[in-house]
């Protein structure tokens, strides 16, 4: 008898000792439930409608920073067309550039061409050379790989507008935004926002291609480019 009742102690010990570790494990998830709603509180009117100015002014600097891209490339290609019109043609309609030490033959796109193709000495030294042109080349690729970056960032705007729009739009939501829209953008942007949203150390970057002529003519001649274009051949 004796063994039973110690038995059936050790059981309502044992029940009551379960007992006890659910109802930590109740309070555990209801202060975790707590704690995740409050990190989570849907964001007010007035936090959504600043965030929106924000993304106005980050929207206003890279706008203006496509325009001002806009408006070096036309100038560069201005120059390069300025250059291409005087060069020697290829029967296939390609222009090409040769070096100023006569040795190497260049096409308008950055190829290097063999001497089967071409031979450097059938092309009028009078020519523009490799050198005045590849420059030009240079910038208009970084011309066009900055623009596409702008045109990817303003696309990160559009969507940040449009998920902040959203009924039950997350204060966490929006400082994840913020946190990631702030260093995403491009310095060729960034310099166009106001002083008191101007990020550290920021890039100068002139407002016009007079003031980019200097880089583009500083940059070392190349033996070539790092990748081949592909050519169409012209009809």
Same mark, same amino acid.
């Given at each position: 008898?004796?063994?039973?009742?110690? %038995?059936k102690?050790?059981?309502?010990?044992?029940d009551?000792?379960e007992?006890?570790?659910k109802?930590?494990?109740?309070?555990?998830?209801?202060?975790?439930?707590? /704690?995740?709603?409050?990190e989570m509180?849907? #964001?007010t009117?007035? +936090?959504?409608?600043?965030?929106?100015e924000?993304?106005?002014?980050?929207?206003e600097?890279?706008?203006?920073?496509?325009m001002e =891209?806009?408006? /070096?490339?036309?100038?560069?290609?201005?120059?390069?067309?300025?250059? %291409? $019109?005087? /060069?020697?043609?290829?029967?296939?309609?390609?222009?090409?550039f040769?070096?100023? @030490? !006569?040795?190497?033959v260049? @096409?308008?796109? !950055?190829?290097?061409?063999?001497?089967?193709?071409?031979?450097? =000495?059938?092309?009028d030294?009078?020519?523009?050379?490799?050198?005045?042109?590849?420059? *030009?080349?240079?910038?208009?690729?970084r011309?066009?790989?900055?623009?596409?970056? *702008?045109?990817?960032?303003?696309?990160? *705007?559009?969507?940040a507008?449009?998920?902040s729009s +959203?009924? !039950?739009f997350?204060?966490?939501e *929006?400082? $994840?935004?913020?946190?990631e829209?702030?260093?995403?953008?491009?310095?060729? #942007?960034a310099?166009f926002l106001?002083?008191?949203?101007q990020?550290?150390?920021?890039?100068?970057?002139k $407002?016009?291609?007079?003031a980019?002529?200097p880089?583009?003519?500083? %940059?070392?001649?190349?033996? !070539?480019?790092s990748?081949?274009?592909?050519?169409?051949?012209m =009809?």
């Amino acid at each position: 008898m004796a063994e039973v009742q110690r %038995l059936k102690w050790f059981i309502a010990a044992k029940d009551e000792q379960e007992r006890k570790e659910k109802q930590e494990e109740r309070a555990e998830k209801t202060d975790l439930d707590l /704690a995740t709603a409050v990190e989570m509180t849907i #964001a007010t009117e007035v +936090q959504i409608e600043a965030f929106h100015e924000k993304l106005d002014k980050y929207d206003e600097a890279t706008v203006r920073a496509l325009m001002e =891209n806009e408006r /070096a490339l036309e100038i560069v290609q201005a120059k390069m067309d300025e250059l %291409l $019109s005087r /060069a020697h043609r290829l029967e296939d309609g390609r222009r090409v550039f040769k070096t100023e @030490d !006569g040795q190497r033959v260049f @096409d308008e796109f !950055g190829t290097e061409l063999d001497r089967d193709i071409i031979d450097p =000495n059938t092309i009028d030294d009078n020519a523009p050379t490799w050198e005045s042109y590849q420059p *030009l080349l240079l910038e208009k690729e970084r011309l066009g790989a900055e623009r596409e970056a *702008l045109a990817i960032y303003q696309g990160k *705007l559009d969507d940040a507008r449009e998920r902040s729009s +959203q009924e !039950g739009f997350t204060v966490e939501e *929006l400082e $994840s935004l913020e946190a990631e829209l702030e260093p995403d953008m491009p310095p060729s #942007a960034a310099q166009f926002l106001p002083a008191d949203m101007q990020p550290a150390a920021t890039p100068t970057i002139k $407002s016009d291609y007079e003031a980019v002529a200097p880089k583009v003519a500083d %940059l070392a001649p190349q033996a !070539g480019m790092s990748q081949a274009a592909t050519f169409t051949p012209m =009809n």
